[in-house]
């Protein structure tokens, strides 16, 4: 009985040994254009970056200058896949820049969408924590 419980903690162990050494893998990704095609297929590749790299995947999606709109409640064609997106854990970042230059209602941010001060310097910052980066 002793044996058959030390050989099952060391099981557990190592099981949580193996979780502790996955990297978890950081991606930021930058959306910086209006059209909607391009935001179904960033979406799209956020959604298969889930897929084929697993839990320990953090994602942030920063929209700035012509990318806002997909965060704006009314004019974005994303908001059911943005929801799904984001209760899955991924984040989802507006550009105060944008949003004060372009005089956009901080209210119509979609819910799930947090701010940051400025988008491109979200992205550097990022970039230089050592996530990976895209551009759409």
Known sequence: MKKTILSFL?????????????PIHKVV?????SDTLVWHGALKNISNLQTALGANTQIELVAHGSGISILVDGKTTQKAKITELAASGVLFKACENTIRERKIDRASILSQAGTVPSGVAEVVLKQEAGWAYLKY
């Open 29 to 33: 990704i930058q959306l910086n254009t």
């Open 10 to 22: 060391v099981f557990i162990s190592a099981v949580f040994a193996v979780q502790a050494q996955q």
